[in-house]
């Protein structure tokens, strides 16, 4: 079965500053990554995507991140954070199993933008 | 196009008694999916249905909790009766039918926030 572990609980970086937000995998014949992020008070939204070809995805506001097969990691990162982006950020993978996708997902980093 | 819809929000109960929770998916989507987040962790699947049947129900508490897709629309979650530890945000999510080649993504509703006591 797959798994996913999110190292951080927490992280609080000030505004404007770099931040990467880890997330390990277990291994899979077929792996497909997401990260989702939850705002207060919402529902989860796809942040971006790894399905195959280019192992660096990047979603629309700036984030990015790595799919790393020889060390089971889909880190996210951005150079530059903003106040918007406080939010509780959830990585996942999926597998495909008899015809039916299956979502795991890690226990979430809660991070936090300081002015 | 209109998101996935979820109700109540909010609903605070106490122990023992039921509660139903009710979900109306994106349009042409054929699976639909509970998730329980209890506060800290991470969506955990309770039950998965393709149109009106159950792909995935292995992880749903079977003596306490029932879900329903009738018409292959709409859905209800049920729990008969609430235990203190039920306390979580239900999630509904719906995608378009997965193939063997394709992974679509998960859109997700609002949740509903509920409180055992």
């Known amino acids: 079965a797959q798994s996913v572990t999110q190292l951080d609980s927490q992280v609080p970086v000030f505004e404007e500053a770099p931040v990467e937000l880890r997330c390990n995998y277990s291994?899979?014949?077929?792996?497909?990554l997401f990260w989702y992020v939850q705002y207060p008070n919402q529902g989860l939204q796809l942040l971006l995507k790894y399905l195959s070809g280019s192992t660096l995805v990047e979603s629309i506001n700036g984030f990015e991140a790595e799919f790393n097969k020889s060390q089971t990691s889909f880190h996210l990162r951005k150079p530059s954070v903003h106040i918007s982006d406080t939010a509780e950020y959830f990585c996942?993978?999926?597998?495909?199993?008899?015809?039916?996708?299956?979502?795991?997902f890690g226990q979430g980093t809660r991070l936090t933008i300081n002015p | 196009e209109a998101g996935v819809a979820q109700s109540p929000r909010y609903k605070i109960i106490e122990k023992r008694q039921s509660v139903a929770f009710w979900c109306n998916p994106i349009?042409?989507?054929?699976?639909l999916y509970w998730y329980q987040q209890i506060l800290g962790q991470g969506p955990k699947l309770l039950i998965q249905?393709?149109?009106?049947?159950?792909?995935?129900d292995s992880q749903l508490p079977k003596d306490r909790f029932s879900a329903e897709r009738l018409k292959g629309v709409d859905s209800t979650l049920k729990i008969q009766p609430a235990k203190l530890e039920d306390s979580a945000v239900y999630l509904c999510?719906?995608?378009?039918?997965?193939?063997?080649?394709?992974?679509?993504?998960?859109?997700f509703g609002p949740g509903t926030r509920l409180t055992v006591t």
């Open positions: 996942a993978v999926s597998e495909v199993i008899q015809g039916a996708q299956k979502l795991v």
């Open positions: 249905f393709q149109n009106n049947g159950v792909v995935d």
């Open positions: 999510a719906s995608s378009l039918a997965p193939r063997s080649t394709n992974i679509y993504e998960q859109y």
């Open positions: 291994s899979s014949v077929s792996v497909y």
């Open positions: 349009s042409g989507h054929a699976t």
